[in-house]
């Protein structure tokens, strides 16, 4: 039986490699190996410490350089993955709400905000994982995360305003309805092939504050200033109940 550190060691490990595009066939093969021999080296009575030579982070760097780097999984998990859950997230609020019309700024911007994001937060699951990073430091990221891909959004819509730019696509009520629908089955297909709710709960954060706001308001500026208070103030509940979940954590 193996104990709670090299069992989080191992989970760190998995995530480690994952986010260096390592092939997942070869990961499992390395982690159901390397769990037999934890369990035979705790028997004898070594700690994870010992085992990994007091560095966690390096015994994870010497089994990531032993490994080829998978570039079609990185391709595929981007094109058939990500990029469709972006797309979902930017798209589905205003599917909804039948206002779905972008300009060429509203989809290279929304799409470079969330490659941004995206980058930070696989950068910070690396970190994590490979535990490079004092708590209060994870904390911040968290926050800087949270917050930048926001404010770039916000950017987007303000130069959108600012410029009086023409939307490139408007579709019609029935392809809003398709468009929607579109989006809501990516979503709920990523939360139960990823068997995580994380993907519904950032939905509600983008999708609720507009609805709330429509009910609260009567002018478009309102309607923005509401909307955009709402969700800043959701984003901040959900990251310091991230934070608290991860104080918690050994």
């Given at each position: 039986?193996?104990?709670?550190?090299?069992?989080?060691?191992?989970?760190d490990l998995r995530v480690y490699l994952t986010t260096y595009g390592k092939n997942e066939k070869e990961i499992q093969?390395?982690?159901?190996?390397?769990?037999?021999?934890?369990?035979?080296?705790?028997?004898?009575?070594?700690s994870i410490e010992e085992i990994t030579g007091g560095s966690p982070k390096a015994y994870m760097d010497q089994l990531r350089n032993e490994m080829k780097t998978d570039q079609k999984q990185i391709m595929s998990t981007l094109l058939l993955s990500f990029f469709p859950l972006a797309l979902a997230f930017i798209i589905l609020p205003d599917a909804l709400r039948g206002i779905a019309a972008y300009t060429l700024l509203d989809i290279i911007g929304n799409l470079a905000a969330f490659s941004i994001g995206l980058g930070m937060f696989v950068l910070?699951?690396?970190?994590?994982s490979s535990r490079s990073l004092s708590k209060a430091t994870l904390i911040a990221m968290y926050?800087?995360?949270?917050?930048?891909p926001m404010g770039i959004f916000l950017g987007i819509k303000l130069a959108n305003k600012f410029m009086d730019l023409s939307p490139v696509f408007i579709p019609t009520p029935p392809q809003n309805y398709i468009i929607a629908a579109a989006c809501v089955l990516v979503l709920i297909s990523y939360s139960i092939f990823s068997k995580t709710w994380i993907t519904i709960v950032l939905s509600c954060i983008v999708i609720a504050p507009d609805f709330i706001?429509?009910?609260?308001?009567?002018?478009?500026q309102n309607h923005a200033i509401v909307s955009l208070g709402?969700?800043?103030?959701?984003?901040?509940?959900?990251?310091?109940?991230?934070?608290?979940?991860?104080?918690?954590?050994?």
């Open positions: 039986m193996l104990s709670n550190k090299a069992v989080l060691f191992l989970t093969e390395i982690v159901t190996e390397l769990e037999d021999h934890f369990v035979q080296a705790e028997k004898r009575g070594k910070l699951l690396r970190l994590e926050w800087i995360i949270g917050f930048v706001a429509d009910l609260l308001t009567s002018t478009p709402i969700m800043f103030a959701v984003i901040i509940l959900f990251l310091l109940y991230i934070a608290v979940q991860n104080k918690q954590k050994p």
